[in-house]
């Protein structure tokens, strides 16, 4: 995202549509889904796990 846009000073990565996907050492699995994350400063950040209104 550009500066200025959704009120941000420095422009950051975003991606939308994203899973978790985890697995306990006993063999379960199980994934959630993320609705929108952004990076910044080359760390990333979940923002949204639910509906973005």
């Given at each position: 995202?550009?500066?200025?846009?959704?009120?941000n000073?420095?422009?950051?990565?975003?991606?939308?549509?994203?899973?978790?996907?985890?697995?306990?050492?006993?063999?379960?699995?199980?994934?959630?889904?993320?609705?929108?994350?952004?990076?910044?400063?080359?760390?990333?950040?979940?923002?949204?796990l639910?509906?973005?209104?």
């Open positions: 995202m550009p500066p200025g846009d959704e009120y000073k420095g422009s950051y990565w975003r991606v939308y549509g994203s899973a978790l996907r985890w697995s306990t050492p006993d063999g379960r699995t199980g994934t959630f889904p993320i609705t929108a994350m952004i990076s910044w400063r080359g760390e990333w950040y979940v923002v949204h639910g509906p973005i209104r």
